[in-house]
């Protein structure tokens, strides 16, 4: 049986002021992920799958959201009860495990070692890196409040030049984040790392130690290589953008009655005279409660919402994605809600999705939309 983890991660959300789902999966089961997200309203998921099940990642299509490969993670091992870890190429560098009294110190390596380090945040360009950089900072502060975590701070002349953060889970070791100061690199400051942290382990009984990174960062990779690390694994990160929750700007909402005659105009209008839009017994064979409405009239409410309310006069549709979910019937109310989840003041595009609600509450469809509005300049 497939083992999927999913979990809301309250952490990032907070950073990113985005509602994130974390989805670690063996196989993409789009039933499930699409329930997650919907029942959540989640802005961005976080999917990770092993590389060698890649081909799963094309079923993605069917949620219909945008998606991408925003990075791959590579992972390497090495067998401590076997390899001997070499001795250190600086004899000046003293290792001292971090307290909470090193948070300062830590904090700052931390914003200048990964200041314009690039990871799978880096891609999507709904969140803002600078709360990336942030998150580095909270996930090694954090490491020196708990048990099976350690972090160590490298002096050299009672300057702390670098650090290794490291964590346990039984016989297995994880050198987690490692890190230099730009001005101490070089001169095997980061094999030192990787060769105090191999003794530490093995001393204590550990059998495997791992590390990972982006499959990109060639240059630690070919330090692991030489300090007894095998490349054994490696992992897509896919982000799906559906962004149901953000917005930027004031969340809005507008009504529309639905009528049969904006249905029969729509028809005479358009030319489309199906069946499913007059016939509730010929629609209940295919499953619908009554005859359903034609999508161009939620097209064409939206398309007014746009151009008369908001953004308002002189607003141009640049491009737009609809997915429909669930029919929308004659004689009932909608809720129309609009959410603005980028907008650039400078040029006056706008990028919003609204959503379209029956009385209940569930979603009939979603339409994603980038916009044009000089006159708010």
């Not at 609600?357 to 939309?369: F, H, Q, R, T, V």
Request: glycine share 4%.
């Amino acid at each position: 049986m497939k083992k999927n983890h999913y979990y809301i991660s309250d952490l990032e959300s907070k950073r990113f002021k985005l509602n994130i789902l974390r989805a670690n999966v063996e196989e993409i089961e789009v039933k499930e992920l699409r329930s997650r997200i919907f029942d959540n309203n989640i802005d961005v998921t976080i999917l990770r799958i092993s590389s060698s099940n890649i081909e799963m990642i094309s079923r993605l299509d069917a949620l219909e959201f945008e998606y991408f490969q925003a990075d791959t993670l590579v992972y390497h091992f090495v067998n401590l009860e076997t390899y001997k870890p070499q001795s250190l190429k600086n004899q000046d560098l003293i290792f001292i495990k971090a307290t909470i009294d090193d948070a300062v110190a830590l904090e700052r390596m931390v914003r200048v070692v990964f200041k314009d380090y690039t990871n799978h945040y880096s891609s999507n360009k709904f969140i803002n890196t600078k709360d990336a950089l942030n998150g580095y900072v909270q996930w090694v502060i954090k490491f020196l409040d708990s048990k099976d975590k350690e972090v160590f701070i490298v002096y050299r002349n009672e300057e702390a030049i670098a650090f290794a953060t490291c964590e346990c889970l039984e016989d297995k070791a994880e050198g987690v984040l490692f890190g230099v100061i730009p001005d101490a690199s070089g001169g095997g400051v980061y094999s030192d790392i990787i060769r105090f942290t191999q003794s530490y382990y093995k001393e204590k009984g550990m059998k495997i130690m791992s590390v990972s990174t982006q499959i990109q960062n060639l240059a630690v990779q070919k330090v692991w290589a030489r300090e007894g690390f095998v490349l054994q694994d490696s992992v897509s990160t896919i982000h799906i953008n559906s962004l149901l929750n953000s917005s930027v700007l004031k969340s809005r909402k507008y009504s529309l009655s639905l009528t049969q005659d904006m249905i029969d105009r729509c028809s005479k209008n358009s030319g489309d005279f199906n069946k499913l839009h007059f016939d509730s017994i010929y629609s209940s064979s295919f499953g619908f409660k009554q005859n359903i409405a034609h999508g161009l009239i939620p097209a064409g409410e939206i398309s007014r919402i746009f151009g008369m309310e908001f953004p308002g006069q002189g607003t141009i549709i640049l491009s737009y994605k609809t997915i429909f979910i669930q029919p929308m019937y004659p004689n009932q109310s909608y809720d129309f809600i609009l959410n603005t989840y980028y907008h650039n003041p400078k040029n006056g595009v706008y990028m919003c999705l609204v959503k379209v609600n029956d009385m209940e509450g569930n979603i009939c469809l979603l339409s994603y939309n980038k916009l044009i509005n000089r006159e708010s300049l």
